[in-house]
């Protein structure tokens, strides 16, 4: 069955410090991978995807076939980073989402 | 990019009444909508898929008869929860992708929070 884990309820960091928001997933097809983040207040929105390989706001995430990973990262944390972040995983054609528990981001000053 | 428009934002019923949660996509057409839950502090659960001009397809504990979906436009989508219960009280999401332009991912609503009283 697909399934993604987040490990991490709550990242708390200071501001400056870099950022690692844990993702593995379980699928027995070809991954697609997507981070969302959800700022205070507001709608989800996409981050960025694994296929695109871009990096949005700083951040970035490589997906590890090997280690079945796609892990987000960002070298110096901003306070406006704050905000609910949520791996997701692509199944069925495209056709369907499988979200992550969500991992809560604090930055602190 | 693309919009998807989910209303009511919030509403509260009385327990044993029906609440028809309506998702448009602005912009684009979408044959394809999903409808989330999510509870306090929890990820968001799919509830099912639904497909512009057939039936929806449900997720495995998701009763069909409770939670009426209809999409009877490429733009609109409708989420029905009938003889709510407060067990129903819960944050309602749907999303939907742009085929056309499906670097974008799938696009999400703002979401309704529903509370049965």
Not at chain 2, 14 to 36: H, N, P
Not at chain 2, 68 to 88: F, G, M, R, Y
Not at chain 2, 90 to 100: E, K
Request: glycine share 8%.
């Amino acid at each position: 069955a697909q399934r993604v884990t987040q490990p991490e309820k709550l990242l708390s960091v200071f501001k400056g410090a870099p950022v690692e928001l844990k993702c593995n997933y379980s699928y027995s097809g070809s991954p697609e991978l997507f981070w969302y983040v959800q700022y205070s207040r507001q709608r989800l929105q996409l981050l960025l995807r694994h296929i695109s390989r871009e990096s949005i706001k700083g951040f970035t995430a490589d997906l590890n076939k090997g280690e079945t990973s796609f892990h987000l990262k960002k070298p110096f944390a901003q306070e406006e980073d704050s905000a609910m972040y949520y791996c997701a995983l692509s199944v069925a054609g495209g056709n369907k989402l499988v979200f992550g528990a969500g991992t809560i981001l604090r930055v602190k000053s | 990019g693309a919009v998807v428009s989910q209303h009511p934002s919030w509403v509260i019923c009385k327990s044993g009444t029906s609440v028809k949660i309506e998702c448009r996509s602005l912009d684009f057409q979408a044959t394809t909508m999903f409808w989330y839950r999510q509870f306090p502090k929890q990820s968001l659960m799919l509830m099912a898929t639904s497909n512009e001009g057939s039936k929806a397809t449900y997720e495995q504990g998701v009763e069909k008869d409770k939670f009426l979906i209809n999409h009877a436009s490429l733009t609109l989508s409708t989420l029905t929860v009938t003889s709510a219960h407060p067990e129903d009280s819960s944050f309602y999401i749907c999303s939907a992708v742009d085929r056309g332009a499906r670097a974008y991912g799938y696009t999400f609503g703002s979401g309704t929070r529903l509370t049965v009283v």
